[in-house]
């Protein structure tokens, strides 16, 4: 977060998407004085409303590399955003802690040699004697689980991080526009971008935030990147059992790289990414819970009361996310898989620190 105070009213920025990268990038540079513009035809239809908003770093199995120190500095600045933002709504914040199980011996102990070597992360084994894999193995019928808890990990609420931004964004004023941009062109050091309704904006800067359709706006085979689609998916089972209260479960874990996040008593939300589809399953229900052998009664398919999905993009053969000048004054900005709320701050921070070398 870099609050140095710079004439920069004087440019303008185009950011074509309206994800957590796109809104989280506005909010940096706005805080810089640019002058912002979003285009984007389906705000509330894109990838990041379907987000949980899990904030993975500590339990992160590496400590060196490009992705390790985006989390690191993600880590540094998501506490300073969180209080900023904490000005338009005061219940945004990070619920910590963060527990990750699985029923997979190997698994185990490869978590386990982890947190031996790494004894300042903030992370404790959770054996199967514990208190709190006791309950989750209750609610749920099980007897195998094993795992991790992060201290240091936790979650953000996605929804209530988007519609903060949002009163953040409108606060300073953002111009958005809600058009599809078909094609951007660079004429006399200015890029010219052309929306579905013939407008055209002109900017001094294209940041392209738009996950797989940037495909649509420049060759990304030239610069050598290749995005592929990933898949995320989540369901809201809700249950009327006075002898379970869904309250009691930690307030977000994972089993087996499924992802729980209980809402209420009644209520819990289960999702998980896959790599290797782009179409919502027809048989959800089966896919998220098949890591259990015996499910408990409350556990059924005809509990499922909302359902939802969306398509994220992951680099093939580089490392997550994408963060690179294309050329002078357009910006790529995409690739996060999993990752999108987590890096969001980190990102931005580089691209401010590229937008401020374009602008030389």
């Known amino acids: 977060m870099d609050r140095s105070k710079k004439n920069y ?5 185009l950011i074509i998407g309206s994800g957590i990268i796109g809104k989280f990038n506005a909010l940096e540079l706005s805080e810089q004085g640019f002058q912002i513009t979003i285009a984007d035809p389906q705000e509330n239809k894109n ?8 904030l993975i770093s500590h339990m992160y199995q590496k400590n060196k590399g490009r992705s390790w120190e985006l989390r690191e500095k993600s880590n540094e600045l998501w506490p300073k955003w969180i209080k900023f933002l904490q000005q338009y709504n005061k219940n945004l914040k990070i619920e910590k802690p963060l527990i990750q199980l699985t029923t997979d011996q190997s698994k185990f102990e490869k978590l386990s040699k ?26 749920f019928n099980m007897n195998t689980l094993r795992g991790v808890i992060s201290y240091q990990d936790g979650k953000v609420d996605p929804i209530l991080l988007l519609n903060t931004l949002n009163i953040h964004l409108k606060n300073k004023s953002i111009n958005y526009i809600n058009e599809k941009v078909l094609k951007i062109k660079k004429l006399n050091n200015q890029w010219i971008s052309t929306c ?7 900017s001094d800067v294209v940041i392209l935030c738009n996950s797989l359709d940037a495909n649509k706006l420049i060759d990304l085979n030239r610069h050598n990147i290749k995005l592929k689609p990933v898949l995320g998916q989540a369901i809201e089972i809700s249950i009327n059992e006075k002898e379970i209260n869904l309250l009691s479960l930690p307030k977000h874990f ?3 790289s499924k992802n729980f996040l209980p809402k209420d008593k009644n209520r819990i939300i289960i999702g998980s990414s896959d790599e290797y589809e782009i179409k919502p399953s027809e048989n959800i229900f089966e896919e998220l819970t098949d890591f259990l052998e015996n499910k408990p009664p409350w556990l059924n398919k005809n509990n499922i009361t909302s359902k939802w999905f969306g398509i994220r993009s992951r680099p093939e053969g580089k490392p997550s996310p994408i963060l690179k000048s294309i050329e002078k004054g357009l910006i790529l900005c995409s690739g996060f898989y999993k990752n999108g709320i987590l890096l969001a701050p ?6 401010l620190k590229e937008i401020k070398k374009h602008l030389l």
């Open 114 to 139: 982890f947190i031996s070597h790494h004894p300042m992360r903030g992370l404790r084994v959770l054996e199967k004697n514990s208190t709190i894999i006791q309950n989750i193995n209750n609610i």
């Open 9 to 13: 009213k004087k440019f303008h920025i």
């Open 346 to 351: 980190a990102c931005s921070d580089w691209v």
């Open 47 to 54: 990838s990041s409303n379907s987000a949980l908003g899990l």
């Open 196 to 202: 579905s309704n013939a407008l055209e904006i002109k």
């Open 254 to 256: 994972s089993i087996n």
